[in-house]
């Protein structure tokens, strides 16, 4: 996080001046001005001289003669802009030059002074200048500041909620003698899966939470229908279906929106078969591709209201008899692969 420098709340004294004039005498006469105010002096005399020092040296303000041989003052002031917005600009005009010294202003340069000089109003007009741009900098310090301090809160808050989130998942679990870490399990089983297909760090982050949350919408569904001991009606099918849709909704607000997605098509088939389905093979997000298989591996091994618990074998025969209709073969064989792993 960005902390504020107290040190910058005092204007430096020897911030660094580039004075710019074609006449050498004049350059001098401001030189020894400001140079004898404590500022720290370089001088130019041509545009290109102008750009190789800003490039090289950090100054906080130019002295811009509006007349110079080459490109002129008026050319270079929006350039200096553009490519040094904290620099200060002073436009220095002979009298009669007035109207385009007010145009420079409305261009961007911080104030202009007059020839012949009056050598007081030129050191005042410089500090004017360097103290607004002082106060310009440290505004844009503590802007920065603030947004940090936001997005680090706003990271702990979410942080906060999909915890209690994950904690509400876990005690609908635990109150359930079917479904006790059912998704503790499904997390590991999906993020072997991911690892198997080399998914990236932040995918396997997103994998994780999506299969963690994926049965947060059980919340809204019936237990005595959940636990029904026999074959369910269409009617009790659809209504514990809406769990992942009404998941969705609960966990939209805090994740992106590729969890969410996770969380809506858990039930998805690969072949567009499931219940009021829309999406169909690829089209179905890769993870919830993933999740599918994770999710009803652990339910196929564990017990059921109206059926016992199948072996790891039986399972993942039926896993892959469904590969290609239900599930992802790509999906299935990377599945597969990471069992081969934990049984060697
Ligand atoms: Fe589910």
Partial sequence: MKQLDPA???????????????????????HQKLSGEGYQCEEAN?????????????????????????????????????????TAVIMATAVDEVNV?????KQGADDYICKPFDLNKVSLSVQKALEKRHLQLELREYQGFLEDKVEEQTIGM?????????????????????????????????????NELGLSTQDMEELRWGSLLHDVGKIAVDQVIQNKPGKLTREEYEHIMTH????????????????????EHHHDHYDGSGLHQVTAGDDILLEARILAVADAFDAMISDRPYRAAMSVAEATDEIKRCAGTQFDPVIVTAFLNTLEIVSK
């Fill in 8 to 30: 910058a709340k005092s204007i430096s004294i020897r911030e660094t001046l580039l004075i710019v004039d074609d006449e050498a005498a004049i350059r001098r006469l401001l």
């Fill in 46 to 86: 041509t545009a290109e001289q102008v750009l190789n020092t800003l490039e090289t040296s950090p100054i906080a303000l130019v002295i811009l003669d509006i007349k110079m041989p080459g490109k002129s003052g008026i050319e270079l002031l929006p350039e200096i802009k553009s490519g040094y917005p904290d």
């Fill in 101 to 105: 010294a007010v145009q420079c202003l």
């Fill in 158 to 194: 979410r942080k906060l909620f999909l915890g209690a989130i994950e904690a509400l998942v876990s005690a609908l679990e635990a109150k359930d003698k079917y479904t006790g870490g059912h998704s503790r399990r499904v997390t590991e089983i999906a993020l072997a899966i991911g």
């Fill in 244 to 263: 992942a849709h009404v998941g969705a909704n609960i966990v939209g607000p805090v994740v992106n929106g590729k969890i969410t997605e996770m969380v």
